[in-house]
């Protein structure tokens, strides 16, 4: 009982990364697990493993690992909520990942056999399950990997998939475990809006996390000078985009979504909706309903699905039903920051540390 939680805060935004969210980081060593056989075991072969695989499963490892703004059944919004301000994919890649083990769990129940009693890192991709064996589907784009040098302390894990690789974006000082995403190949031909560009480092505060500070290290792509519809450069993170963006604005045939074609592969961009400084004063108003209609313009952003996930720290939003050319797109939204969902926003929510358990 000495380490359950009666209440957890978890912290966003890189809340993979954050040593906030590693609580056991902070409270043990590995050396303190050096005398284990970890033969055995089919995921965790070392010390370092296993106080990462604690980490995992503790509330904020998993809400923050694997999930939309820290949640991983959001739901979807119904006709009362402004169609400029509406969630496409109401899960999270964590949840959509989750849902063939727990099939293959009950159909073993179902049939008298022995469940596959595995459980992945939450952000894991999808794999098929048997009785005994777990095959691991390649993580699409910007989806979670380990490092090398992270995955060298595991059992079997995964591969990026697409023609991408494993990239990190950011560490956090106290924490062993790189955030890393499978992304583009460096100077790659295939960019795209919302692909990361910047990577950065995390001066965490275990006292006061919301005092950690980031600071960027290096910029890996979208490298033109100013914001046109033919090539990208990259937005930073004090507008509200972690990690960076890609961005290039939409042109005649973004906006009409002619890359969208019926039994094709879904493109990596789309011509969304995108915010700027009317976007901010309408924040600042609290009157979203009001304001918002001449808040957004049209830019591009990642697509994304239920099948295909934006990247941590975003989430998938969907288009105004009245936008032309919807039906080419039906079922695709675009990957925005998660602030930009106003009812994703805790501003003015009560401070959890002052409430009762």
């Known amino acids: 009982d000495e380490f359950l939680a009666r209440k957890i805060i978890s912290w966003s935004t890189f809340g993979s990364a954050r040593q906030a969210n590693h609580p056991f980081t902070q409270l043990f060593q590995p050396k303190e697990f050096a005398s284990l056989d970890y033969s055995t075991l089919k995921l965790v072969r070392t010390p370092e493993a296993l106080v990462e695989r604690l980490d995992n499963g503790a509330c904020q490892g998993c809400h923050q690992a694997g999930s939309t703004a820290g949640f991983h059944f959001i ?21 959509h990942a989750e849902i063939p083990r727990r099939q293959a769990w009950l159909r073993a129940t179902a049939e008298g056999r022995e469940p596959n009693r595995f459980r992945p890192l939450s952000f894991a991709p999808p794999a098929a399950w048997t009785d005994a064996a ?6 699409e ?13 595991f059992g079997a894990t995964w591969q990026c998939g697409g023609g991408t690789v494993c990239t990190p974006l950011a560490t956090a000082s106290g924490v062993h475990t790189k955030l890393a995403q499978c992304l583009l190949p460096k100077d790659s031909e295939k960019l795209f809006s919302g692909h990361p560009c910047l990577t950065g480092s995390i001066a965490s505060n275990a006292a006061q996390p919301f005092n950690d500070r980031y600071s960027k290290s290096g910029q890996f792509a979208a490298f033109a000078s100013d914001i046109s519809r033919t090539a990208y450069t990259c937005r930073p993170p004090k507008i509200g985009v972690p990690g960076g963006i890609a961005y290039r604005g939409c042109d005649d045939k973004d906006r009409s979504f002619a890359a969208f074609k019926a039994g094709k592969p879904m493109p990596n961009e789309i011509c969304g909706l995108v915010g700027g400084k009317k976007f901010d004063i309408c924040v600042a108003t609290n009157n979203f309903d009001q304001c918002l209609g001449g808040a957004v313009n049209r830019g591009n952003r990642p697509a994304c699905s239920a099948d295909h996930f934006c990247r941590e720290d975003y989430m998938c939003q969907s288009l105004p039903p009245d936008t032309p050319g919807i039906g080419k797109v ?8 998660t602030y ?17 358990v």
């Open 134 to 139: 777990v095959d691991y589907a390649p993580a």
């Open 141 to 153: 784009m910007a989806m979670p990997c380990l490092m090398p040098e992270d995955a060298a302390r």
């Open 75 to 95: 739901g979807l919004d119904d006709e009362t909520t402004s169609p400029l301000n509406r969630i496409e994919v109401g899960i999270s890649p964590h949840l």
């Open 330 to 337: 039906r079922g695709i939204g675009f990957c925005s920051p």
């Open 340 to 356: 930009f969902i106003f009812q994703m926003r805790i501003d003015n929510h009560a401070t959890p540390w002052g409430s009762p």
